[in-house]
């Protein structure tokens, strides 16, 4: 339903049919019509803007992706971004002249009223990924003194400007923010009474460097509508909405998955394929590299596995396990640092914790795998050594996926971002190192 | 500073000052009560509800961990729970209740209003991961017959008692859901217009049995404030309020990279060490099995090691090598599934693509491995046979990290439960045998 609307979009544009167009424009969300418009050769994007009011057209452009933001802006002329710009909201606008390249932008920069540049440069000098960078500055923000009537009538003349209407910001006459009232309660309070008496003084704040990570677990912990930002003075330099903050959750969210996975940086399975290799290759190549320190370890043994060659398929399940048992852990790990919930300098004891049950699984998956390779080799020696040998990698391979992702973290690396190459390093050496070991001390019994 | 208002408030309890207790309460969000209360004895929570309003031990409830909630509401008797319900909003009370011991809900339940009872019952009918399960019926729904006066008074009159104020939605004379008008456009509209007149008919809603991980995508594209949930007919059941469904996306979240890491269901690292391991050693033992298969492969070629025990400490690369670039596709196409960006039936060609980087980086690391076996065994045959080896197998795992997860999907299974241990078992066992056997085959020219 939704793409035969979207196809009837882009048909209406190759056939210049702006009646047509109108009624599914009417119907289709913005992000829809972006969607569609990817799909589109340059003629009809020309098309596009000359159907569209700028205000649709800056609707659109507020949910089109980097490339197709700039393929549209590039249309038009000066003049006309500059007047498209004025019916985005500030932090969009900031963002798109964040994608565009950088003579463009000056020169978009040159052409605005002195007023917008002076916001949006300040939105612009704050780094993507922080509370400044992703916050807007269209707000209500009022005096503590004013009249609930004063109040009313202030946020219906603001009101349509505004991202957020339901929390209103209340500042006292130094212009410190000092708390929040709510829209519910200025509409059900006696119109006489002033905005004081109604400002909710559990503030949360954040400074506009505070990372948008952080900002999302406390707009998601505290249920806020929107968060403000404020600076060291406690102004109020602008808010982030809740819309604003579930798009920072799902960007983090796939970039933990992703650099969990060993893949750097945003990827998607339609993109070209030397971007995927690009993104890929450097991770296997470092991995390439602990793939040879474990086989070098192997090479230190070869003699005894030369004696007795049962060795050589059994080796390979103490190292596989020891990556399975020290992921598990290191997933729950990264998780608990990713909602707030763990770090190196408070929790560094669990892994005592992490130490015990490394020691119960690999006694029950060790015992488990003497008694299978027993019956398989008749040898009762190496049931015992991939006991014991099991018994170490699992403690080794919790404490590391314990440890490795809060030291990192603790050296502000992202834990998610190599982790598991740090630990599979571990657990493969260590494993083959204990199991061979073991194997040359009891080779006697084995032979 | 937070921890040590939470610490006062324990302290406060302890020492039973209620004066204290206020002053702090007044100060703290309910989330972080309800956290501070964790730590504390029954006695003290008893206190806690002597000191607490019903209106604050209610909030600090719809807060609480499923633990507390029990313990809180096993202090009170039920006519206590009831009045204290009456405080809360329908949905947490339906979630409250869920969590509850079978006799004790039944006993609440008898106790209740006919009224309350219809709506709460509804609510427990629906599955908790599902849109019914997660929905609030405490929205504003007008007709759309309203002038913008009579809307205003009814919204000043239900507003206290409802979730979302921003969104009102409108209903038609045979009470179907016919759109939704913004507050801000209610304020800023002339009195006697019709409310019909600034209804925005481009509706987005969903089913009550709609699984909650589709209404966060829904959500999370159009910027909702609040999704409609809808019956076959049209009529309005509930809404699901953006601070719900940014939960619901931390959840599935967390559950995707347990999942993925092999750990089944919620843990954290403060649990009980016997609740970690019942949690993670099911995947253990099905990995030990495939673990197995992957070492009975090598067992088949024990006669070519022996001849040449070189191959035991190359052979771990082919599959070390496999596990990861296999990992990097799985977690590119869980998080594409997740996003809602990828399905088996419309993009299966996809595989091609895939094929193709599996070929290149086969090659790439492949050639690299070769080289370095070359100059370390002192074999070029060596060298070409893990080559060789590498890009079989990099094609393997590529196209096997695509497609498990997809048709894990298919058949209405959790892409991110199972999809790792399919894939490792797959380019353990044919990393093994491509390596293996190639050497078999170029045997002559190894000795």
Redesign the interface.
């Known amino acids: 339903m939704l793409n035969r609307m979207k196809h009837a979009l882009i048909d209406s544009l190759k056939r210049k049919d702006k009646l047509q167009f109108e009624t599914l424009a ?4 913005p ?1 829809d019509v972006a969607e569609a418009l990817t799909k589109c050769s340059e003629k009809e994007l020309k098309t596009f803007v000359s159907f569209s009011t700028p205000e649709f057209h800056a609707k659109v452009l507020e949910q089109a992706s980097d490339r197709l933001q700039l393929r549209l802006i590039r249309i038009l002329d000066y003049s006309e971004i500059v007047h498209l710009f004025t019916h985005m909201s500030r932090d969009d606008v900031a963002d798109a002249l964040g994608n565009l390249p950088i003579n463009l932008r000056k020169d978009l920069l040159n052409e605005m009223k002195d007023s917008e540049l002076a916001t949006l440069e300040e939105l612009l000098g704050y780094s993507r990924d922080s509370a400044g960078g992703i916050m807007t500055t269209e707000y209500i923000a009022l005096s503590h003194e004013l009249s609930i009537k004063e109040a ?1 009538d202030k ?2 003349e603001i ?2 400007k505004t991202e957020v ?2 929390t209103i910001f209340i500042l006292n006459q130094k212009n410190e923010l000092i708390g929040t009232a709510d ?2 309660d200025i ?2 309070t006696d119109d006489t009474k002033s905005l004081s008496q109604i400002t909710n003084e ?1 503030l ?1 704040t954040v400074f506009p460097e505070t990372d948008q990570e952080k900002v999302s677990l406390l ?7 929107a968060i403000a930002v404020v600076s060291q003075s406690n102004r109020l330099l602008g808010i982030i909405t ?2 604003d ?3 920072v ?2 960007e983090e ?2 970039e ?3 650099r ?4 750097s940086g945003q ?4 993109g070209t ?1 030397f971007h ?2 690009r993104r ?2 450097p ?3 470092i ?2 590299g602990t ?2 320190l ?6 230190m043994f ?1 003699s005894v ?2 004696q007795v ?9 103490v ?3 020891g990556g ?2 020290g ?2 852990t ?7 640092i990713a ?1 707030g ?2 770090e190196l300098s408070k ?1 560094w004891h ?1 892994v005592f ?2 130490i ?2 490394g020691l ?2 690999g006694a ?2 060790g015992f ?2 003497g008694v ?1 390779l027993y019956f ?1 080799v008749g040898n009762p020696m190496i049931g015992v050594i991939i006991f014991l040998a099991m018994i170490g990698n699992m403690i080794v391979a919790s404490t590391s996926g ?1 440890l490795i992702p809060l030291v990192l973290k603790r050296f502000n690396f992202d834990p998610a971002l190599g982790s598991s190459i740090f630990l ?1 390093a571990t657990t ?1 050496i260590l494993g083959f190192f204990f199991f061979l070991g073991l194997a040359t001390l009891f080779l006697p019994w084995l032979i």
Chains 1, 2 share one sequence.
């Open positions: 009417k119907e289709l969300y992000i009313l946020i219906r009101g349509p209407i339901e829209l519910r509409l059900t559990n949360v707009v998601s912990r505290y249920d806020l509508k809740v819309d903050i579930i798009d959750i799902v969210q796939t933990d998955i992703l969990l996975g060993g893949v990827e998607t399975t339609d394929i995927s290799i890929r290759i991770w296997l190549l991995n390439l793939a040879f474990a086989a070098f370890t192997v090479t070869e596995i030369a060659v049962a060795l050589a398929s059994s080796m390979s399940i190292t596989g396990m399975n048992a992921n598990q290191l997933s729950v790990v990264i998780r608990s909602l919930e763990l929790n669990r914790r992490e015990t049950i119960i699984q029950i998956v488990l795998a299978i398989k314990f599979t493969d």
